[in-house]
């Protein structure tokens, strides 16, 4: 089986992370996957962001939460990367979904919502999915899982992914009890003997973030489901090689 490559909040090695450009470039190599992570704005729109702050990524200060759309909208999301991504803005969900339209591969969204519960982010996340690629295929994770119990309630045949750091004990229980597909494991906790377990129980494993070579490789040769990882072209490169 060959293990999938995810983008990592697109490509984010060489674009600003969770914006149309990084995206874009993720779909140019040839990706398998791209991840992305969503809040809400003030006005209950679903903005594609990793922090719950838009200080890092912006030229803005302050919680995403706080800002209307509009309000958000002004600040630019690409020049704290280079100059090159200079008016860069934060995308919303609509928008990414728009932009991808043509894109055949994974979506994997990750609802941020381990910090801010956001509450109706699960219902709007989906409705935006089916308007806009109700054909796409969409892996929901989150490092909360009651919100992805709360997505599957709202659309019961959503695939969804447990994100943790930990290897938990039996695994597969907690895994099938909430109803999802796969776990997305802290890199480290991925490599070990809980991959081929859970893989046995017919549950996927993906690790993140997956950037160095070495451990690419190991993740290859283990058969993992997927690697995410910042480096989507270095590992597509890499897979290959392998293949050759
Ligand atoms: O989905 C894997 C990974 O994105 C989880 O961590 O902090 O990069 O969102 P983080
Ligand atoms: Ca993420």
């Not at 990706?31 to 003030?42: M, P, Q, R, Y």
């Not at 729109?45 to 200060?61: A, F, L, P, S, Y």
């Not at 999802?180 to 890199?187: D, I, P, R």
């Not at 590992?235 to 293949?243: D, E, F, G, N």
């Amino acid at each position: 089986m060959k293990t999938a490559v995810y983008a990592h909040r697109g490509s984010k090695c060489n674009c600003p992370e969770n914006t149309l450009p990084a995206f874009e470039e993720a779909i140019r190599v040839g990706s398998d996957g791209i991840e992305l992570d969503v809040h809400l704005t003030k006005d209950q729109q679903v903005v594609v962001m990793h922090d719950e702050k838009i200080d890092r990524t912006t030229n803005g200060k302050g919680q995403i939460k706080t800002y209307t759309l509009d309000a958000l909208k002004k600040f630019d999301a690409g020049s704290w990367f280079s100059p090159k991504f200079k008016g860069t803005r934060i995308p919303t969900l609509t928008q990414v979904l728009e932009f991808i339209a043509d894109y055949q591969g994974v979506l994997n969204i990750e609802l941020k919502t381990d910090r801010n519960v956001y509450p109706g982010i699960e219902s709007r996340v989906v409705a935006l999915v089916n308007r806009y690629r109700p054909n796409l295929p969409v892996v929901y994770s989150s490092f909360n899982h009651e919100s992805l119990m709360r997505l599957k309630a709202v659309k019961p045949n959503a695939d969804l992914a447990l994100l943790l750091w930990e290897r938990l004990a039996e695994p597969w229980h907690y895994t099938k009890q909430i109803g999802a597909s796969a776990q997305h494991l802290w890199q480290p906790s991925a490599l070990s003997e809980t991959a081929a377990q859970l893989q046995s129980h017919g549950i996927k494993v993906r690790a993140w973030t997956v950037n160095k070579p070495r451990i690419m490789q190991q993740a290859f040769e283990m058969g993992l489901d997927a690697i995410i990882t910042d480096q989507p072209e270095a590992a597509l490169s890499l897979r290959k090689s392998r293949c050759k």
